[in-house]
């Protein structure tokens, strides 16, 4: 993603959860081709661990069946993930998408029925079923679906490689291909897929690398620890 800020360019690049600490680089290629290397460090962060219960061990252990479904699935929802559309201004700076307590953070260890799985790529919202989801910035709805984590989904393509995602829906109210303007209602807040409780699973993701859904929210919102997660994969 390439914005311009303060009289100057800026490129804004995704990195994974999953990177090493230590030197990087990145490969900068200008219009006139010419390539450079710029390098970067990445520190180590220790995220806090949040052991969750859930009833239903199909969706700790998924049968040779769901586990089909599930790789049908990460298919569809990478390709959504992939999506590209050139929009000169993509929004930095994004509105909360649900009215509601902001229960579990981004980056978060998982561990469901005392076993490690992946760690949590989104932000929770946590608010009764029926509480309205709303899209968080102008953009394009790229997919919709039902996934076997995921539950009932939706994807809003931002352009330059931002796309957003919502999980756990009860209601979507948006089809693939139409244009959604900030505030406007995309569904409804549920429980559907991995989910211990109604809430929002919303994920940001740049150039397909999830990364923290706070960068992109004012300064004054900050995730709170619930006493009760809202436990769900947050994965793709
Ligand atoms: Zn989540």
Same mark, same amino acid.
């Given at each position: 993603m390439v914005v311009r800020h303060d009289e100057r360019w800026h490129a804004i690049v995704g990195l994974p959860l999953a990177l090493a600490p230590g030197r990087h680089q990145l490969r900068v290629v200008g219009a006139d081709d010419a390539a450079r290397d710029v390098a970067f460090t990445v520190r180590s962060k220790k995220y806090a661990t949040q052991h969750i219960t859930l009833q239903d061990e199909r969706m700790v252990e998924p049968s040779s069946q769901d586990l089909e479904r599930i790789q049908r699935d990460k298919r569809v929802i990478g390709r959504a993930f992939a999506s590209w559309t050139e929009e000169a201004v993509p929004p930095l700076r994004f509105a909360l998408p649900a009215d509601g307590k902001l229960s579990s953070g981004f980056g978060l260890r998982r561990v469901f029925n005392g076993r490690p799985r992946q760690p949590h790529s989104g932000l929770d919202i946590a608010a009764p079923a029926g509480t309205a989801v709303t899209a968080p910035a102008a953009g394009t709805v790229v997919e919709t679906g039902d996934y #076997? #984590?995921?539950?009932?989904t939706v994807f809003i393509d931002h352009g330059q490689g931002l796309i957003t995602m919502y999980n756990h829906l009860n209601k979507i109210e948006v089809a693939a291909g139409g244009r959604v303007a900030r505030g406007q209602r995309i569904g409804e807040i549920g429980m559907t897929g991995r989910a211990t409780g109604p809430h929002l699973h919303w994920t940001v993701s740049l150039n397909r690398s999830s990364v923290d859904p706070l960068l992109f929210l004012p300064p004054a919102i900050s995730a709170q620890p619930a006493a009760e997660p809202r436990a769900d994969v947050g994965g793709r």
């Open positions: #076997f #984590f995921n539950g009932k």
